[in-house]
């Protein structure tokens, strides 16, 4: 006769181990793979916001340039646009 007792202890140790390895797998993929959506995530957030930045930069820039040039030209035409009888608000913006 056989002594199954050993054996079925054995094999309930070779069933626990797998199961041990199986589930560290599956926690260091779902960790791993978090951590680098996360990066990822940030990454791209880091590239959204320097470029909304540089955009209202230049934004600013322009409407900085587009008023001194009408400045100028308000300038250059001798305030006549601003001194005529009949005042016209739309001839500043032409």
């Given at each position: 006769?056989?002594n199954?007792?050993g054996?079925?202890?054995?094999?309930?140790?070779?069933?626990?181990?797998?199961?041990?390895?199986?589930?560290?797998?599956?926690?260091?993929?779902?960790?791993?793979?978090?951590k680098?959506?996360k990066?990822?995530?940030?990454?791209?957030?880091?590239?959204?916001e320097?470029?909304?930045?540089?955009?209202?930069?230049?934004?600013?820039?322009?409407?900085?340039?587009?008023?001194?040039?009408?400045?100028?030209?308000?300038?250059?035409?001798?305030?006549?646009?601003?001194?005529?009888?009949?005042?016209?608000?739309?001839?500043?913006?032409?």
């Amino acid at each position: 006769m056989m002594n199954t007792k050993g054996t079925k202890s054995v094999g309930r140790i070779i069933i626990a181990i797998l199961m041990a390895v199986s589930l560290l797998s599956i926690v260091t993929l779902t960790v791993g793979a978090y951590k680098s959506t996360k990066d990822l995530l940030i990454e791209r957030n880091q590239l959204s916001e320097k470029s909304a930045v540089t955009l209202v930069n230049g934004e600013a820039t322009n409407l900085r340039l587009s008023t001194f040039k009408r400045v100028k030209d308000i300038r250059k035409n001798g305030f006549t646009i601003l001194s005529t009888d009949g005042f016209n608000i739309s001839a500043l913006f032409v």
